[in-house]
T-cell receptor, first 113, second 113 residues
């Protein structure tokens, strides 16, 4: 079955540091890939997505590129802020919008001022 | 748009009691998903509906769990009888199957004592 593996953290960085959160996946067919963010006490918010190989999703300074050859979708941001502190989830779906998401375990990111 | 609405936000109940969680999807969305989040297992898909019809309930833990979607604007997840190991945050999400993005509600935090 489908699966997603990501570094669990916590990852602690100083403000303005470069961020990378690794995500690799196993899936049948050609999945769509997502990053979701969860702030304390809240639900998940879609951060970015990519639906085919070599697509780059981007939002709020975050980027991730769909790499089919390495089955990866690493999340990056050039300069993090304290407000980026949250839990980040990598996810995939193999069946389009009508199928459920398979999530990684989540990475807790802590940004210190 | 009000987003996905879940109620109650918090539920504390005693073992053996029936628990009903409620979800109102975003208007116009035709797919609805129930997820469970725990520290040990992360985010798991329990069941999802397309056009009010249950498509895949293979994630439902056992017969104590049941879900219904009587119309396009309402779904319930019921646990009867509840057990302490059911304690978790339960999320509802909805999507338009043509858009391939799921929108999450704020979750219901269930505590079974």
């Amino acid at each position: 079955g489908d699966s997603v593996t990501q570094m669990e953290g916590p990852v602690t960085l100083s403000e303005e540091a470069f961020l990378t959160i690794n995500c690799t996946y196993t899936a049948t067919g050609y999945p769509s890939l997502f990053w979701y963010v969860q702030y304390p006490g809240e639900g998940l918010q879609l951060l970015l997505k990519a639906t085919k190989a070599d697509d780059k999703g981007s939002n709020k300074g975050f980027e991730a590129t769909y790499r089919k050859e390495t089955t990866s979708f690493h999340l990056e941001k050039g300069s993090v802020q304290v407000s980026d502190s949250a839990v980040y989830f990598c996810a995939l779906t193999s069946g389009g919008g009508a199928d459920g998401l398979t999530f990684g375990k989540g990475t807790h990111l802590i940004i210190q001022p | 748009d009000a987003g996905v609405i879940q109620s109650p936000r918090h539920e504390v109940t005693e073992m053996g009691q029936e628990v009903t969680l409620r979800c109102k999807p975003i208007s116009g969305h035709n797919s609805l998903f129930w997820y469970r989040q725990t520290m040990m297992r992360g985010l798991e898909l329990l069941i999802y509906f397309n056009n009010n019809v249950p498509i895949d309930d293979s994630g439902m833990p056992e017969d104590r769990f049941s879900a219904k979607m009587p119309n396009a604007s309402f779904s319930t997840l019921k646990i009867q009888p509840s057990e302490p190991r059911d304690s978790a945050v339960y999320f509802c999400a909805s999507s338009n199957s043509g858009i391939n993005e799921q929108y999450f509600g704020p979750g219901t935090r269930l505590t079974v004592t």
